[in-house]
């Protein structure tokens, strides 16, 4: 692997990746070597960040990515897997549909079949950006965002963009499709081991239900 | 003439834009939850160090615009940061100093800009919430703003020792450029940029010469940052911006500036600085020193100063 950290900032450095795999790895990676520092993904890199400017910080991490080049190490994931119960009532599930030229339970049914992966969380506290891993049920990258987007989308909206899917954790403005919905409480600030109910790395498969 | 209920330290009559915030919530980004806390750090850290209070946890009211009247309940020493006119009971008072209030007085504090105004009151203590009280102005964790009718309370103590004379000086600089570290071509630095919005989530600026730039896949933001719109404007992110974004960043402004950003006023014009991380790093030494000098400890005066005490 040829990864070179680049300075984001005083107080950050940025690496970019190519891959899922190769982001997780990476993020592993500094957050072992670096447990003092802030590490982040974004989609196709991440980020250290630390609280004040440090000059060594780029050099102390592209140290530490060239060692991960030599070894190489590629562990298996041990991704944590969370089944999340939804109903598929969104306002959108019928552009959705129009989009994938296919019929509203053809996309619920790929929906539930695809593997989900926790790429990154942003956007709004415990905001997952979940892309598809494993076989490809649906071409999720023809759903894009919405033209227009909505002043509030409820909590728990279940949604898709970009390839892309989500769960809307609270109220908030969004531009995704909204198919469905689920009770599922994705951020918790009192729930202190876990405000947000998913980590980066982890796997989502969706179920129908309402609890 | 004070009908004081127990635990009530202060009780808000009229409001301009205030917030409680302390110095927020660092190193939860992975969870998707911004800094928020005090915009101007270095205000909000004079402020808590001339009553000695905790740098990272004491409450303050964060003024961003208009005008707080509070009735102070029972005697409480009072340290306001920033730019501000100070009255109690109508008679003009120190700011950037600790200064104390007896019970049953209006304190009023006038925003009078540019930038945030701290007010931290001894005994004041407001509920955490992942380990901050700050308000998150964009989610809405954390914190709370500051209506007509509300009170700061904190448990019934003993009051303060009156003894106090610590103060804030500041160089009172006036807003020059921001300095930037760009990614990529720095070109955009070279024309000035209108400011057209400011609020803690970022502010917004048009008309200087647009940055070519990229697609840019989702990714990792931080405090500073200088993302360039599809449309040609500029967004400088500010504490409750989110922790990730998808327009492209054009820069980031060096630490030792990011209070400053705080101060810029809609309206006016920003120039921006670009500058290389040696520089960078330098700049926030010299912020660091300057802010240590800041503060001038009553002991460390030769002459006492007792005007405080009455």
């Known amino acids: ?211 | 003439m004070s009908d004081v209920v127990e635990g009530v330290i202060a009780v808000i009559e009229s409001v301009g834009l205030a917030t409680v915030q302390d110095a927020g919530r660092r190193g939860m980004g992975h969870l998707g939850v911004p800094r928020a806390g005090a915009w101007h750090g270095r205000r909000y850290r004079a402020a808590v160090r001339v009553i000695d209070g905790d740098p990272q946890r004491t409450p303050a009211v964060e003024l961003l615009q208009g005008h707080l009247r509070m009735r102070i309940t029972r005697d409480v020493l009072v340290a306001v940061v920033g730019p501000a006119e100070v009255r109690i009971d109508r008679q003009r008072a120190a700011a950037d100093t600790a200064t104390c209030v007896r019970g049953g007085s209006v304190l009023e504090i006038s925003h009078r800009g540019p930038g945030p105004v701290y007010a931290v009151i001894t005994g004041w203590v407001e509920p955490a919430v992942l380990g901050s009280a700050s308000t998150d102005t964009f989610s809405g964790i954390g914190g709370r703003l500051l209506a007509s009718g509300d009170t700061l309370e904190g448990p019934p103590g003993a009051a303060p020792a009156l003894s106090v004379g610590s103060f804030h000086r500041d160089s009172a600089r006036a807003l020059g450029g921001l300095r930037v570290l760009a990614l990529g071509h720095a070109g955009w630095t070279t024309t000035p940029w209108r400011v057209t919005s400011t609020s803690r989530s970022g502010i917004r600026l048009r008309g200087g010469q647009v940055p070519s730039s990229g697609t840019w896949p989702s990714g990792p933001m931080v405090e500073g940052a200088v993302q360039c719109t599809p449309a040609g404007e500029l967004i400088i992110l500010g504490p409750d911006g989110g922790v990730t974004g998808g327009y492209p960043v054009v820069g980031v402004i060096a630490t030792a500036d990011v209070d400053r950003v705080s101060e810029v006023q809609i309206d006016t014009d920003v120039h921006f600085i670009p500058v290389d991380i040696p520089a960078a790093m330098a700049a926030h030494r010299e912020g660091t020193e300057a802010e240590q000098r800041s503060i001038v400890r009553r002991e460390s005066l030769s002459q006492e100063g007792s005007s405080l005490d009455s």
């Not at chain 1, 997780?24 to 520092?37: H, I, K, R, S, T």
């Not at chain 1, 982040?40 to 004040?52: A, H, I, P, T």
């Not at chain 1, 071409?139 to 033209?147: E, I, K, Q």
Request: aromatic fraction near 6%; proline fraction near 7%.
């Open chain 1, 1 to 211: 692997m040829d990864l070179t950290a680049r300075w984001f900032g005083d107080r950050a450095v940025l690496v970019d990746v190519q891959e899922p795999a190769q982001r997780e790895q990476v993020a592993a990676l500094l957050a072992g070597e670096f447990p003092d520092l802030q590490v982040r993904r974004g989609m196709v890199s991440v980020l250290v960040e630390v609280d004040s400017p440090e000059a060594h910080l780029l050099d102390r991490v592209n140290s530490a990515l060239a060692e991960v080049a030599v070894s190489s190490l590629l562990r298996p994931g041990s991704a944590t897997a969370h089944v999340v119960r939804a109903t598929y009532d969104g306002e959108d599930l019928e552009d959705v549909a129009q989009l994938l030229e296919a019929t509203t339970s053809a996309v619920v049914q790929a929906h539930l079949a695809q593997t989900w992966r926790v790429a990154m969380i942003g956007f709004a506290p415990g905001f997952a950006y979940l892309e598809p891993v494993g076989p490809v049920t649906m071409d999720w990258a023809r759903v894009p965002r919405r033209d227009t987007p909505r002043s509030r989308v409820p909590a728990g909206s279940l949604a898709l963009a970009a390839g892309m899917s989500a769960v809307y954790p609270a109220s908030m403005p969004g531009g995704w499709h909204l198919v469905g919905t689920t009770r599922e409480v994705m951020f918790d600030p009192e729930r202190g081991d876990r405000p947000a109910l998913l980590a980066p790395g982890d796997d989502v498969r969706f179920e129908v239900g309402d609890e």
